[in-house]
């Protein structure tokens, strides 16, 4: 069960990163980790995670059990997520709403189901068995996508209000894919936020991406690398996000590769705790003003 905290701001962990991450946890309030990293990792390198959750809050991060699909979720990774989160003990752990593998082929890759009623009854089954074999919720992440997923009847809000009231589960809220796909598809960030169940958001994602040039289709797509800083507008849209959302909030950045100095990171951190302030600030002005009425 989720403990009530203050707004947090953390940090994915990344072996690269690890030194300057525990030299500077005071300005780090909340830790993120591959999951599948420790699937088969040695028993003390199990017990320094479980270490590390004792001085910070610690969430394990899945990126391969294939949730969102009408295939059943892969039980072998299941155990294997059951045991570490059994071993570990982390404060939450999470999932994205992506499928990996279809008719026995695992595609290497994150991909965004056919938002279809199908899907969201598949995700629904899949997330129950995760309930009964992990013994707790994930929250689960919408991904970004650089193609329509073709057979789709449903647009990407409306399939995460559908997904989420067919689950119990809370929202894992990755505002750097939103924007991807606002940017991609064409549609307004910040009207997908009002129109999500805000109240079900658990944690947020930032990260940064680079735009490339289509080869199938006309144009440029924005792809969700995390190997860039967080652009701007992702921050405006986390501060439209604590305007709108009562609950605590925990802020993940994920970067994955071409680390800049660590400082920068630091840097990211206080820009998401401003923009957190900023919405926040917003929010209060807001009840006052109804409040007067």
């Not at 305007?243 to 990211?268: K, M, S």
């Amino acid at each position: 069960m989720m403990e009530t905290l203050p707004d947090r701001v953390g940090l994915g962990w990344r072996a690269p990163l690890a030194a300057d991450i525990l030299s500077n946890l005071d300005r780090i309030e909340a830790i993120e980790v591959i999951a599948d990293d420790y699937f088969d990792a040695p028993r003390k390198d199990r017990q320094a995670l479980r270490w590390l959750g004792h001085q910070v809050p610690l969430i394990l991060h899945g990126v391969s059990l294939g949730l969102a699909s009408t295939a059943p979720v892969d039980l072998v990774r299941l155990d294997h997520m059951a045991r570490l989160v059994g071993e570990v003990e982390p404060w939450l752990w999470s999932e994205h709403l992506a499928f990996v593998r279809g008719g026995g082929i695992e595609i290497g890759h994150l991909a965004a189901p056919p938002r279809t009623a199908a899907t969201i009854e598949g995700t629904a089954r899949n997330l129950a068995t995760a309930r009964a074999i992990v013994g707790s919720d994930p929250l689960v992440e919408n991904i970004s996508t650089i193609i329509d997923p073709p057979g789709s009847t449903l647009d990407e809000v409306t399939w995460l209000q559908h997904t989420l009231v067919a689950t119990e589960n809370s929202l894992l809220l990755d505002l750097h894919n939103l924007y991807a796909n606002a940017c991609n598809f064409d549609f307004d960030p910040y009207e997908a936020i009002a129109r999500l169940p805000l109240e079900r958001v658990g944690y947020i994602h930032l990260a940064g991406g680079k735009w490339v040039q289509a080869t199938r289709f006309p144009g440029r797509r924005l792809l969700d690398d995390h190997r860039h800083a967080t652009p701007q507008p992702v921050f405006d849209l986390l501060a439209e996000v604590a305007r709108r959302t009562p609950q605590p909030l925990v802020v993940i950045l994920e970067r994955d590769g071409d680390y800049p100095p660590f400082a920068e990171l630091l840097n990211e951190l206080d820009v998401a705790r401003t923009a957190l302030a900023r919405g926040r600030a917003a929010q209060k002005a807001r009840t006052d003003v109804v409040t007067t009425l």
